[in-house]
């Protein structure tokens, strides 16, 4: 048998699947996030991929992510410009009708996340589980805030990163080379749209190579062709990048700028919003006279120069980021504060997912581990550069099933222990 028996779509997905997309787009409309602010020129129509959809659509090819014509570009992955570049194709640069279409565009992707979620949750819990989780994401309004409100990859990221943890659950017992084509192919998708994702790929790949040997599957040959896929899905933009610049640069080139913005004299665990080109002349001219490649290296050596220098500095907020990646970043009129009670919500859902992994771990769940891993290592970037809520939702899917697991847990325990009474 080439692939593993799968469960059908239910018939609630008839009804989930619309609804969670028509109110996502009344909400488009009733918020008017459609309305992105004209201020300077633009720029928050999609920020960096923004300015650099606009390059692709007046023809100068990926390029110039801030303001002037400063040449090629590799500031950010190529994926989700790519598609803004679409809509202003076809709709207009900086349009309404282009916020329209993008914003219905994020709108469909966060919808159809609900298919992976219901399917891993159906793997590696039970169909009730699988059935709430669907629920749970697709009618849940802060799953549609970051389809309505972000211009960026904020619900195409979940989607791939969903649909690689699938397969690779699958991949358990998946005969044949499907899977393994599947595996490259999405994480190389992933890796163009969101390089972040190759964070958890080491630890994904090494899971699914330990279930497979103990179940007598051979890997070695599936591996070989899956990186085999993986690599031809980057290479195109790895070349890309070589011609334009003279010198290998893997995917994107902006790290430097990254760690400099978290990292410094005056850091305290928060993007430092200031020293961003688009908000300090001084940075945008140092850009521009300088070239993307070495801007970027001086701002990385800036940075490293200061973590040197003060190691328990940089100790102390990097604990400080990963306290506010899982609590939430605390907004600017309490910023001083240790905690932030507005973000209470969040800071109770990454304790109950981490909570639900722990008793997944502890009962021997299936793909137990491979929902810790995600846990323990995609968010590890952020701790070193700075958090933002949105850095989170890429794993948000998995965190819903596991969120859904330890409720319907509780609520299950509950029931048995009121029947044992009377």
Not at 204 to 223: A, E, M, N
Not at 316 to 336: D, E
Request: aromatic share 18%; hydrophobic share 50%; charged share 15%.
């Amino acid at each position: 048998m080439d692939r593993p028996l799968r469960p059908n779509l239910p018939r609630f997905f008839l009804w989930l699947l619309p609804l969670s997309f028509l109110l996502q787009v009344v909400a488009i409309g009733a918020l008017h996030q459609y309305r992105v602010r004209p201020g300077n020129d633009n720029f928050e129509f999609g920020w960096e991929m923004g300015r650099v959809a606009r390059s692709i659509a007046l023809g100068q090819g990926f390029s110039s992510p801030y303001e002037g014509n400063t040449g090629p570009t590799a500031w950010e992955p190529p994926v989700y410009p790519y598609i803004m570049a679409g809509a202003f194709k076809v709709f207009g640069i900086y349009s309404r009708a282009s916020a329209w279409a993008l914003l219905i565009i994020n709108s469909l992707l966060g919808t159809l996340t609900c298919i992976p979620v219901y399917r891993i949750a159906f793997k590696t819990f039970d169909e009730h589980i699988a059935k709430w989780s669907a629920y749970a994401w697709g009618l849940n309004p802060y799953i549609w805030y970051w389809a309505i409100h972000w211009l960026w990859d904020t619900t195409l990221t979940p989607l791939i990163l969903a649909c690689a943890f699938l397969v690779a659950v699958e991949l358990q017992e998946w005969r044949g080379w499907n899977g393994w084509i599947l595996f490259g192919a999405l994480f190389g998708i992933g890796a163009l749209a969101n390089p972040t994702m190759l964070i958890f790929l080491p630890f994904c790949g090494l899971w699914v190579w330990r279930q497979r040997f103990l179940r007598g599957l051979p890997s070695l040959g599936g591996v070989v062709l899956s990186s085999l896929v993986f690599f031809a899905v980057l290479s195109p933009w790895v070349i890309r990048n070589h011609e334009v610049f003279g010198r290998f640069v893997f995917l994107r080139d902006d790290f430097g700028l990254q760690f400099r913005l978290g990292n410094g004299p005056f850091a305290d665990g928060m993007l430092m919003a200031y020293l961003q080109p688009n908000m300090n002349k001084i940075e945008l001219e140092r850009f521009q006279r300088m070239g993307e490649l070495a801007y970027a290296e001086a701002c990385k050596r800036q940075a490293f120069d200061w973590v040197r220098t003060n190691p328990g500095q940089f100790a102390i907020i990097s604990l400080k980021r990963f306290f506010y990646y899982w609590n939430g970043v605390p907004k600017p009129t309490s910023s001083t504060s240790p905690v932030d009670f507005r973000t209470s919500a969040f800071l109770a859902t990454s304790v109950l997912a981490i909570w639900g992994a722990i008793r997944a771990i502890r009962q021997k769940r299936r793909g137990a581990w491979l929902f810790a891993g995600l846990l323990l290592t995609y968010p590890t970037t952020y701790y070193f550069v700075f958090p933002h809520a949105r850095y989170r939702h890429p794993i948000e899917p998995e965190m819903t099933i596991l969120v859904v697991f330890l409720i319907l847990e509780a609520v299950q325990n509950r029931k048995k222990a009121l029947s044992s009474k009377q």
